[in-house]
């Protein structure tokens, strides 16, 4: 019997609860269509007799069933509550391509129907591309010297916060050809640092954020860019000056390059700490889910506590992720009385060794920045995490199994970093040193460490010679011994 929508909706709504009745077609016309759709209805729980309705008068490409079938998995709606209405000829290939790429044991409700009108085509507008990335549509970093970029890992100059408002840089022609390409399937030349990340099998930002912010871009930013997430890199102010690290980020390390390089001491002013930039971002106040804060040292910038003041009076802060990338020395006193109000408070402490490892190559007394990182565990705040995320370089990769042994004794999640640098990277690694870290790792249970051998076997080997000119810098200006604390690796890196 052939019938309208009008009358199949009348029919459904006799014996179920419809919570919706879409035309399918209408869903494939753009990336977002069916996520909001779904965000719009979806609840925790429904009742058994509620439905889903989806219709169409058409064959449905498999593709299209496959993006349909994915994104209610990860929506999380079971299929119990889904039914397509269709012709009895696209049976088989709906409940086939269900059992393929549906999650769920349980196959769709499928209801036979012949529609009295053509209902909307399926189309091929659906699919994102592989190289698409979530982060340029609503985030924005300010390095330590106020240069404006779509994030961390992106060239991408929008200008400098000391001369230019962050909405005219979110909205800079550049940032919109760079989503348009983007969208268009290509790799464009400012995000190459992920592309590296990647072709080494391992996992980038952008990637990290693709997983984990897809359904906030499909149904919020996608459609409608807008800043919800700011990286501040307030300045270089540390207390700090790792090895693996530069003027840029450390204001001592500044110093010391001043002194024994002659080089220009870098000098940043505290753009995060004027009025006019607090009084930007209290604007963005009802739009940010997410604040990451580096330097320097997060914990020395004193005045942004401003902002987090603001953002708890204006009951802003319950929505409000705040991150922290912190060397651990600091005791955060003066931010304990805000963090409470916040979603949540996450901290990664940037750990790459214990002991004297610790101690030569960030600086600092390992006893003090354990002490500090197991007082704020022992306050048991509720919306407090803490992470350990240890910076993989020539230096620590043969000791970080420290790390991993330490987060593991007390709890503490890892997120591995791998070091920038001249010298410094996997791809320095002599043949000695590579061949001392995969005898030392080759069954360890951390699939990071696997990872490192996998990257390490597939590298030419280094003569070394940049790192040993690094290390025999640090220790004449530093009055250290590299080859005292780190024997092993100093050896096998010749340098002894």
Known sequence: ??????????????????????????????????????????????????????????????????????????????????????????????????????????????????????????????????????????????????????????????????????????????????????????????????????????????????????????????????????????????????????????????????????????????????????????????????IDMFGGEPFLIKRFKSVLEMAVEKDYAKDIRLHYNSNGSIWPNHLLPVWPSFKLVDIHFSIDAVGSHFELQRGGQWSEVEDNILRLKDLQLPNLSISIMPTISVMSVYYIDQVYDWACKHGFPIFVNHVQGEGMELQDLTKEAKKIIIDKFQDHPWNEIQNVIKIIQNLPDSDGKKFQSKMQYFDQVRSESFSASHSEIAKAMRYM
């Open 1 to 290: 019997m052939i019938i309208s929508t009008l009358e199949l909706e009348h029919q459904l709504k006799s014996t179920h609860n419809v919570k919706v009745i879409h035309d399918l077609g209408k869903l494939s016309t753009g990336p977002t269509e069916l996520f909001k759709l779904l965000d719009s209805v979806y609840q925790t729980s429904y009742e058994t007799n509620d439905r889903l309705v989806f219709y169409t008068s058409h064959f449905i490409p498999e593709s299209f069933l496959q993006f349909f079938y994915e994104t209610i998995n990860f929506i999380d709606i079971s299929n119990w509550f889904i039914m397509i209405c269709g012709p009895k000829e696209i049976e088989h290939d709906v409940l086939s391509c269900c059992k393929k790429f549906s999650l769920d044991s349980v196959p769709i409700w499928f209801h036979p129907v012949e529609l009295d009108k053509q209902t909307h085509k399926i189309e091929n507008n659906f699919n994102l591309p592989d190289t698409i990335c979530s982060i340029p549509w609503h985030n924005l970093q300010i390095t330590q010297n106020g240069t404006i970029t779509p994030c961390c890992m992106n060239n991408l100059d929008l200008g400098n916060v000391n001369r230019i408002k962050l909405d005219q840089a979110f909205h800079d022609e550049k940032l919109q050809k760079l989503r348009a390409s983007l969208l268009a399937g290509e790799k464009p030349k400012e995000c190459d640092n992920c592309w590296k990340v990647e072709e080494k099998n391992l996992t980038s930002i952008r990637l990290h954020n693709v997983k984990h912010l897809k359904r906030e871009f499909l149904t919020k930013y996608l459609d409608q860019p807008r800043v919800a997430t700011l990286d501040l890199k307030f300045n270089n102010t540390c207390n700090f000056k790792c090895r693996i690290c530069n003027g840029g980020n450390s204001s001592l390390f500044a110093l010391e390059d001043q002194k024994f390089r002659g080089s220009k001491l870098v000098v940043q002013d505290a753009w995060g700490e004027s009025q006019d930039f607090i009084d930007q971002v209290l604007t963005y106040l009802p739009d940010i889910k997410n």
